[in-house]
């Protein structure tokens, strides 16, 4: 099993699942993941600071909205509908490296520290769509 799926599976987990979105596929795909990217419904500051004080190392994810960019800033644009699914993605999304050196032992860790996280404090998710919806969303973004 890749560290992709054997992450995302195991974050699939139902103590996770309503604050914590992973991807889906297109039946018959086969992507090769370089990363694995999540949407959490709640604060993502806390969840990726927790995650980098354990060592595992994050990134934001950027989501398609290049004109926030401060190289964009003197380049006139325009915007073809409404991007608050662009935003949510970029106020909560990030990925999470699934190098193919890592370890069982790694897998292990990560999903822990996230376990570690999730059980530490009762989260209270900000409000968000459902996954269904959030699915939505990010086709609809995928689509245009």
Do not use: C
Request: charged share 25%.
């Amino acid at each position: 099993m890749s560290n992709y799926w054997y992450l995302a599976s195991r974050l699939l987990n139902p103590k996770f699942r309503k604050d914590l979105v992973t991807p889906t596929t297109v039946p018959g795909s086969r992507p090769s993941w370089f990363a694995l990217p999540l949407t959490y419904h709640g604060d993502r500051g806390k969840l990726v600071a927790h995650l980098e004080k354990n060592g595992i190392e994050t990134r934001s994810m950027f989501a398609g909205r290049i004109d926030l960019h401060p190289a964009y800033a003197n380049i006139k644009y325009r915007k073809a509908k409404d991007l608050s699914g662009a935003n949510y993605i970029l106020e909560h999304s990030f990925w999470i490296g699934v190098h193919p050196r890592m370890t069982q032992e790694d897998r292990e860790y990560v999903v822990k520290v996230f376990d570690n996280f999730f059980n530490a404090v009762p989260h209270k998710p900000t409000p968000n769509p459902s996954n269904d919806e959030f699915y939505q969303i990010y086709k609809g973004l995928a689509d245009d």
